[in-house]
């Protein structure tokens, strides 16, 4: 009997041999069941007594697979793969055939778990982010699902704790311009999938930025607040920033803290914390006074040059292994664990922290 299934991995259906020809199980038993409704036929009539418990076994197992594929089909995308490390391997070799797609990353790397830890947010969303802007047509259907799942959580956990808004609104801004230029030019890129599932998913990332844009934070009324804290306490809250629009943002709180966020100081630290000296004078805004416009200089450097990125955890691989994986620095310490089966006499020295852009580029061809 040839093999017939929807998956080349997958057992495949049951199958009958009836005096119309093979008859697949499922179906024939429902023929034969409704057959002028008058009598139902034992499957021991068709089979012996020794095949009907096979029989039966197969056609559980095949409709119990094909439940589970209709109802599981929302969520198996998303929550089949709880790895920490996945092989990357750009080639097939004697040991290892195929390749790792970015997609295949995508899904097996437990990102859902690693949204909820508050150093991993940003470089979730910064990935997501690089994805949405060059790669997202480059996704299977299957990683395009777990995108917008671990997109759609992301939104909803700001929603819900107020934090970290401004990331969310850019990245469905580069999302939503990524998915007017696709649905509108359906027929000149290749798209995975029908087209009405992109115009529901550009539907649903304008909904998401509605919902973010009438977000209203909730104002604590009792306990301290920034405006009680000293001033030295509160210069030294601005300088741990790294980011210009966090310390514009915040100066839009109380005149305190407008006045403390113009200083000039604070800008120079900030260019010369993220751009070279070279830089500088190529990009050099002075005022009437002759004085150096620092904040001009950060906003206008930011358009040319790219700011250095900080993430209080990310990805890390593995340069002997050429391994992926997330590095559990609580195991790490208290088990010596490196995060991956590392064969190495010294795993640490191998080591490498992955950028978002550097993970964009593992999976290059």
């Known amino acids: 009997m040839p093999f017939l299934g929807q998956d080349w991995r997958s057992p495949g259906w049951s199958w009958i041999k009836t005096e119309d020809g093979w008859k697949r199980c499922d179906s024939c038993s429902q023929e034969l069941r409704s ?56 080639e ?14 995508f899904n097996r790397l437990d990102f859902s778990s690693a949204i909820q830890d508050i150093r991993r947010f940003t470089y979730v969303v910064k990935l997501l982010q690089l994805i949405a802007k060059s790669q997202l047509t480059s996704l299977s259907g299957v ?28 990245l469905l801004q580069d999302l939503s311009s990524t998915l007017g230029i696709l649905v509108r030019g359906v027929g000149k890129s290749v798209l995975v999938g029908n087209i009405n599932i992109w115009i529901c998913r550009l539907e649903t990332v304008l909904n998401w930025q509605q919902q973010l844009q009438n977000l209203q934070m909730t104002k604590v009324n009792s306990g301290l607040t920034l405006s009680d804290l000293p001033l030295h306490m509160l210069n030294n809250i601005l300088y741990r920033f790294s980011d210009g629009w966090d310390i514009v943002t915040l100066g839009q709180v109380t005149p305190t803290l407008y006045m403390l966020s113009e200083d000039r100081r604070l800008w120079k630290k900030l260019c010369q ?16 006074k002759g004085h150096i416009e620092w904040k001009l200089m950060y906003f206008t450097l930011q358009k040319y040059y790219p700011t250095k ?5 990310t990805l890390h691989f593995c ?23 590392c064969t190495a006499a010294d795993p640490d020295s191998c080591f490498t922290p992955v950028s978002p852009q550097h993970f964009i580029d593992l999976f290059k061809f």
């Open 319 to 341: 340069r002997h292994c050429s391994i992926l994986f997330w590095k559990d620095y609580h195991l790490a310490w208290l088990l010596k664990d490196s995060g991956h089966p």
């Open 35 to 90: 057959e002028n409704g008058q009598y139902t036929i034992n499957h021991s009539i068709i089979l012996n007594n020794g095949e009907e418990e096979i029989f039966s076994n197969e056609c559980e197992y095949a409709a119990k697979k094909r439940k589970k594929e209709h109802f599981g089909n929302d969520t198996a995308a998303h929550s089949f793969y709880r790895e920490k490390w996945i092989y990357v391997h750009k």
């Open 273 to 288: 914390y993220h751009f070279a000296e070279k830089q500088f004078c190529r990009h050099l805004i002075l005022s009437e």
């Open 143 to 170: 990683a395009q699902k777990n995108y917008f799942s671990i997109l759609d959580k992301i939104v909803q956990k700001v929603l819900d704790d107020h934090q970290n808004p401004r990331l969310i609104k850019d």
């Open 309 to 313: 990125e900080q993430y209080g955890d």
């Open 92 to 105: 097939s070799t004697k040991e290892r055939h195929g390749y790792c797609t970015l997609g295949e990353a």
